[in-house]
């Protein structure tokens, strides 16, 4: 039987490629979208909206599981409880849920980590939303993706001095391969909470600055911040990394700069 799938954000850096997986390997596949219109890839999308449900009944009609690879910087707990009350009115499907390495080590208690932080508790707090929902579910956390921390670091040497977090590392993940690893456990079982996934490496905050700095041939003045707070205490001490139990990426930042930057540096030279 043809395994039919939803992927709620399947527009998105890691929604693209899992739905392209999901196609490549037979699944009939579609995808919610707050933005209508043909998105010239032949698969069927369906507008729904996760922060006011709109949409999303009807697009899990006949669907055996539903990837969501939806999210923003807030309110992805709301998201998700949307998401489990509209999968209940419809069926048992198996939720397939991306949250993020450090949702359950990086307390977020004050304003302050709030402000900073409170990502990491939506994405706990989504996390639950899912387990404790009665569906079938499956939950991998990932480190951050390389090509996030890359529009990061393009965003913020627009600015002639960065500030950057002192004392914070990143383990980074090649988008592609979580994707790969999403594909597959949406075609499995569903397994609970599934080993982390993360980078080959870690590296300061600085020095993933500087290797794009260096790639992109620009020279700012990196100026250090101290975070305040207990979440960005935890954060240095590793809170948000995987050195251990986890599926490690095998691509590594520098592979990334030489094909991402590097090479459009040298299409414009
Ligand atoms: N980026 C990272 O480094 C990272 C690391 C670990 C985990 N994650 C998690 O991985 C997931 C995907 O991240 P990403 O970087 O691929 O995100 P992204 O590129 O920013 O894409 C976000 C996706 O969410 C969809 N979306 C946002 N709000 C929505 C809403 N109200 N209703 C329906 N869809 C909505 C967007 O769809 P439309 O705009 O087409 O509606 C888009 O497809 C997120 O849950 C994120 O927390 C990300």
Redesign the pocket.
Known sequence: MTARILV????????RPVVARLRDAGCEVRV????PGDHGDGIEHLV?????GEGIEPALAGVTTVV?????AKG?DG?ARILVRAALGVGTPHLVN????GADRVPVRSRVDRAMFG?FAA?LAAEHEISGSGLPWTTL?????H???LAVARQMSKLPVLPVPAGIRFQ??D?GE?AARVAELALGEPAGLVPEMAGPRTYAMDELLRGYLRASRRHRVLLPLHMPGGAARAIRAGANLAPEHAVLGRRTWEEVLVEQVGSSMRAVA
């Not at 709620?8 to 929604?15: A, C, E, F, K």
């Not at 919610?32 to 933005?35: A, L």
């Open positions: 709620i954000g399947g527009t998105g850096r890691l929604g919610v979208t707050r933005h729904g909206d996760l922060r006011t969501n690879c939806a999210g923003s992805d998201m991306i949250s993020v390495v990502y994405k956390r990932a480190t951050q993706f090509d996030a921390l980074p993940v988008t979580v």
